[in-house]
């Protein structure tokens, strides 16, 4: 990722690779504030309508409902409550009693409750403003 410009579309676009993540949320601010403060996401770029972040290597990225306008995707998206149901979005090697003490500090919603689990990790279940359950982990 050296070398890159967040704010040039194209060079963001070439690099993508792999796996990405890309969230459709009410407040790209918001949201980039949560990641930071909880995980510690490094942002590249954040304006109102998008935000480009970094995380072990990973480029994840946010966008305004209002910027998919002419997409399809928003008209599956709940008119109220929570986004994202059924997905968990995983965060390994992430230590997750840090992370929920400091959702905690920031107000954000603990769902679960940071624990050892039967499949080899601890981990808990935050929920970020829009509802979106994120999940960082490290192995016991």
Known sequence: MSGLDPNDAVQVGHALEG??????VSGVERTTVFLQQVFGFSTLSCSRDYSLLSHGGILFQLHADHTYSKNPLPSLLPEFGARGGGVELRLFDVDPDEAERRAREGGYEVLMETADKPHGLRECFLLDPDGYCWCPSVRI
Request: proline content about 0%.
């Open 19 to 24: 796996f990405g993540v890309n969230l459709l």
